[in-house]
């Protein structure tokens, strides 16, 4: 494309979006860069396009979104982010909370914007959710806040529910509090619980025949990427061993899996648009309040259920958001 071309163009997209280009100078194309986990596609990543759309943004003429793909290698985050520092994106935006560490690490001066993380200020990436300070902002899962309510549900679901299996990944800085915000609850509950460790996709099949050998009547597993992405392979899992299974990663319940339930992640890639707007037209990350994700979802499905041989209480099914049969 020559130079008079490539202009006509450029003016035809600003034209078609000039909210979006106000804070831009003449003729520049704000490049996001965007680290995921696992590998494209990716639901959320999509709802991030919609949401930039909405704003009035044209991917590839009013805005450029370079994306880094982690593919299930946690080791790859720092190199992923210093690539993004390096191409002198205008804006990070991160999928996970290791994601927004090894960004934070990476660069004091891009602007960062959570889009699904838990916990950012026991993590240290911000100072207050009201006033962030530094250069992160974005959304805040209350990931911790909703492990003792799983296990409650789960209760329900399974009357004389007395032993459960907990997986969790010790590589995700937030995991810890999940952990023990979840062993209280199973105690306060009179659950017994067995803490089963799983770094990599490759120690599902280990963790789930540890569950089945150490009695486990249910299994929970911590808010983590990893479990998001792999959640149709924890569903076979479930099946297959015969052990029904609770998650806090959307979609869970509609790739087989028995129940899910917490925030609507879909819907704070989407919300993290707005966050982006707002600092490509001037806005600083350190005056742009944390905001917390306040849609949850309780998703049964009653196929799984009858396959496990589990009759859900209509009490529950009652309250639940979604109930796939």
Known sequence: MDRRAFIGTLAGGLLAAPLAAEAQPAGKVPRIGVLAPGRPPLPPFDELRDGLRGLG?????????????????????????????????????????????????????????????????GTGLVASLARPGG???????????????????????????????????????????????TQAAAQSLGVQFQVLE????????????????????????LQDSMFYVHRARIAELELKDRLPTMSGENLFASAGGLMNYGANIDDSWRRSAVYVDKILKGAKPAD???????????????????ALGLTIPPSLLQRADQVIE
């Open 198 to 221: 799983v770094r990599s996709p490759a120690d599902l099949d280990g963790a789930f025949r540890a569950a089945t050998n150490g009695g486990a009547q249910a299994l929970a597993t």
């Open 135 to 181: 250069n992160v902002t974005g959304m805040s899962l209350l990931s911790a806040e909703l492990s003792g309510k799983r296990i409650e549900i789960l209760k329900e679901a399974i009357p004389g529910l007395s032993r459960i299996a907990i997986l969790w990944n010790p590589r995700n800085p937030i995991s810890t509090r999940l952990l023990k915000d």
């Open 57 to 121: 943004y044209i991917e590839g003429q009013t805005i450029v979104l370079e994306s880094r793909w982690d593919e299930d290698k946690p080791d790859r985050h720092p190199a992923l982010a210093v690539d993004l520092v390096r191409l002198r994106v205008d804006v990070i935006i991160v999928g996970t909370t290791p994601m927004a560490v090894a960004a934070k690490q990476a660069t004091g001066t891009i602007p960062i914007v959570m889009a699904a993380v838990s916990d950012p200020v």
């Open 288 to 306: 742009l309040p944390v905001e917390q994700v306040t849609k949850f979802e309780l998703v049964i499905n009653l196929k799984t259920a009858k």
